[in-house]
């Protein structure tokens, strides 16, 4: 199978692009990060190149997406220079029924937390693998921590029953470093039963920035699946 063909791939391809045509000319774009949403980006940039999209301005939630958007021709602001967000679009690391995420998997939560939040239209971009009926059943959630913070914040999350591991960078010697320059704490949690309640539990730890629980954020998910061998998008709002 070649690559083009990979259903994955072909299913973050299709909904990169069906978010990236729901933006509309003059607005503000929130950039989120990962292999999903770089679909979303390559696809704004051919839409702004051919004419059929003009005056778009874009907030990147990381160094990664910042980086991509100036390739691509993409004009990038700060929250500095506006005074709200039109849209954002952003991947997720899972998705539970109630359109609650976790999300930083790319160690990017902190800044697309607060990007996606912001923005009036907040679209979430995955492959139907991302679908879950609990939180926390497929991935270990994320927290951005201070360095010098990182061995009470360890200790106090045990207390609170999860499983620390300070996430370890590849092809790289020691720890991730966020783009902020803190770390992150990878968490296994037995159960998630109410996310609402962890999210604030964690970021109430001193020495938290931030944790990978999005609780109410999310307006829509659009999620890639193969049908009949085809891939399509499912909208869930
Ligand atoms: C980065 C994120 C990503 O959006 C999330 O990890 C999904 O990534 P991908 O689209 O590559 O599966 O939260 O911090």
């Known amino acids: 199978m070649t690559t083009e063909q990979d259903p994955v791939k072909l299913m973050k391809q299709q909904v990169g692009f069906a978010a990236a045509d729901r933006v509309q000319s003059h607005s503000i774009v929130g950039l989120g990060t990962g292999s999903t949403t770089v679909h979303a980006l390559y696809r704004l940039g051919e839409r702004l190149r051919s004419g059929e999209l003009e005056d778009i301005k874009g907030i990147p939630t990381s160094f990664q997406a910042s980086v991509l958007a100036k390739e691509l021709g993409i004009p990038l602001v700060t929250l500095d220079d506006v ?25 990017a939560h902190t800044r697309e937390k607060l990007v996606d939040s912001l923005a009036d239209q907040f679209i979430v971009v995955v492959d139907s693998s991302k679908l879950v009926d609990r939180l926390g059943s497929t991935f270990l959630l994320p927290v951005e921590v201070l360095p010098i913070a990182i061995t009470p914040v360890m200790a106090a999350i045990k207390k609170l029953g999860g499983q620390p591991e300070i996430r370890m960078g590849v092809k790289k010697a020691g720890p991730v470093v966020t783009d902020q320059g803190n770390l992150v704490i990878d968490v296994k949690f037995d159960s998630i039963s109410n996310p609402a309640e962890l999210e604030k539990t964690l970021n109430n730890i001193p020495g938290v920035l931030e944790n990978g629980l999005f609780v109410g954020v999310a307006d829509i998910i659009l999620v890639g699946e193969i049908k009949d061998g085809q891939p399509t998008v499912r909208v869930i709002s």
């Open 83 to 107: 005074d709200h967000i039109d849209i954002a679009i952003d991947g997720a690391d899972e998705v539970d029924p109630h359109k609650n995420l976790i999300k930083g998997g790319g160690a």
